[in-house]
């Protein structure tokens, strides 16, 4: 979801009526705000909005809270789109946060004027731009969300790019739902995000609430920091199994694999955990998190019309992502994650395996084949062309470990021998021996070499794979 930020803020598009307020949801709303959060607020009215006539009410510190607390009053005047079942015909209604340091200018203390249009202070701009959204994009927002394209919001330098919506920590937990007559309102903060941040949500399954875990747990508040830096990175590769049914948990999903780890996670009934649960300066920690099912657009390239992974792609209910949690260091790749894999592809609730860094999508069974016959699990082989229509090979799965892919062309050679000779290269070293510029291997009687290049027609760095020169020798062993 992104902001339409060419639009000026306050504006109605055309041939849309303007929404309507409802008093008395504000005033209900504005009176649990001042049970919780305090007597005094002031209140910033948009005098100019045509279209959500969207109020900030400001927040004092207190004793008990030393920031700043902004508060919408008017998102739910919309009502909710998504989440209607037969029980609750209407699902909650949200309302967002942001919370700044004491000392905001123009809010501590607070000012008459700050909400002038594009002068307002950058929390309550950003504030305003995702308030909008439910409105501008028909879609609601809710927790876990993230909002990308706020970079040009935020002052320069700051590392932030967008936003992600969680929980309003600091201020009293019950403030965050509110029940009244008029329906159920709840609060949720506008946490902003930083590019690998937000990366990391679109990376695994169900990312936004493992993004708002890893914020939370990492210290990350409602009140806004715009020196700080990314406080989760985007996993350098992920494989995502795929089970036929729903676990209540994962430790229901690795009670065949780890049993003891596995009875810890269901006392908590927890969704991700990390193995092992404590640093290790003998075995690298690899992070495992239940998930949704994909789409199927996401994995149609992947299946490529063939019919046992068509069954396993449709049968699939939940996921299961594993992943290294630190980056990789390509003299020292942690195998654990791929061992992880193939343990959890071994049980009967797994129907996949798709690692997307090697562009590869394989039945569970043959993952396990895979990993058994295969001397090195980080990349695989596709056969390609050249930009003129030679056949050519290459690998996808190198980069993700910081590593340079292969590239092979050879003219008179087809996709398949091209593809066979790559596999050699790839293996030469064993399980986890990253390629390097220098290294040679023996195909049948040719030996080729790996020297620095690009894919031709690009400035994609890789390693190109070609034939070594000969010497050649005249008679008596002398050089020619």
């Not at 992947?302 to 209910?317: E, F």
């Not at 195909?443 to 020297?451: D, H, M, N, Q």
């Amino acid at each position: 979801m992104a902001a339409d930020e060419d639009r000026p803020t306050g504006s109605t598009p055309p041939g849309r009526e303007p929404l309507p307020r409802d008093e008395l949801r504000r005033s209900a709303w504005m009176a649990h705000l001042r049970t919780h959060l305090g007597p005094e607020a002031l209140v910033l009215e948009e005098e100019t909005s045509l279209d959500v006539e969207l109020d900030l009410l400001v927040f004092p510190p207190t004793p008990e809270r030393d920031f700043v607390t902004v508060v919408t009053s008017g998102m739910a005047d919309l009502p909710a789109r998504e989440g209607r079942t037969a029980d609750a015909p209407e699902a909650p209604r949200v309302e967002l946060a942001v919370a700044v340091p004491p000392g905001w200018p123009g809010l501590d203390p607070p000012a008459a004027g700050a909400l002038d249009d594009r002068a307002d202070p950058w929390p309550l701009l950003v504030l305003r731009v995702v308030a909008r959204l439910p409105r501008d994009g028909g879609t609601d927002l809710r927790w876990e969300d993230t909002v990308a394209s706020l970079g040009p919001l935020y002052p320069d330098g700051s590392s932030f790019a967008g936003a992600v919506l969680g929980p309003p920590v600091g201020l009293p937990p019950a403030v965050v739902l509110h029940d009244s007559p008029t329906g159920r309102t709840e609060l949720l903060a506008v946490l902003p995000a930083t590019e690998s941040e937000l990366e990391y949500r679109t990376r695994i399954p169900g990312g936004g609430d493992s993004l708002v875990e890893r914020l939370v747990r990492a210290g990350v508040s409602m009140v806004v920091d715009p020196a700080r830096g990314p406080a989760v990175a985007p996993p350098p590769y992920a494989l995502h199994l795929l089970l036929d049914r729903v676990p209540a948990h994962l430790g229901e999903v690795l009670e065949p694999v780890v049993p003891h780890f596995a009875a810890r996670l269901t006392e908590d009934r927890r969704d991700e955990a990390l193995f092992p649960p404590e640093p290790s300066p003998t075995v690298p920690q690899v992070r495992m998190r239940v998930g949704p099912p994909f789409a199927p657009t996401v994995l149609a390239e992947a299946v490529a019309g063939d019919p046992a992974l068509v069954a396993a792609v449709d049968g699939h209910r939940a996921t299961v992502t594993v992943f290294p949690e630190h980056a990789v260091d390509p003299d020292d790749l942690p195998m654990s994650p791929y061992s992880f894999a193939q343990m959890l592809a071994d049980t009967p609730s797994t129907t996949a395996v798709w690692l997307p860094h090697q562009r590869r999508l394989l039945t569970a069974e043959s993952f396990v084949r895979a990993i058994d016959d295969e001397p090195i699990t980080l990349a695989s082989v596709h056969e390609t062309t050249t930009a003129d229509g030679t056949p050519a090979a290459r690998t996808h799965g190198l980069a993700a470990v910081g590593a340079r892919e292969i590239w092979f062309s050879e003219p008179g050679t087809t996709g398949r021998s091209a593809a066979k000779r790559v596999a050699a290269m790839l293996n030469r070293g064993g399980d986890g021996a990253v390629p390097r510029a220098g290294d040679d291997v023996r195909y049948g009687t040719t030996r080729y070499g790996l020297t620095d290049g690009t894919v031709p027609g690009t400035d994609e760095p890789v390693l190109v794979m070609s034939e070594e020169v000969k010497e050649r020798r005249r008679l008596f062993g002398r050089r020619a």
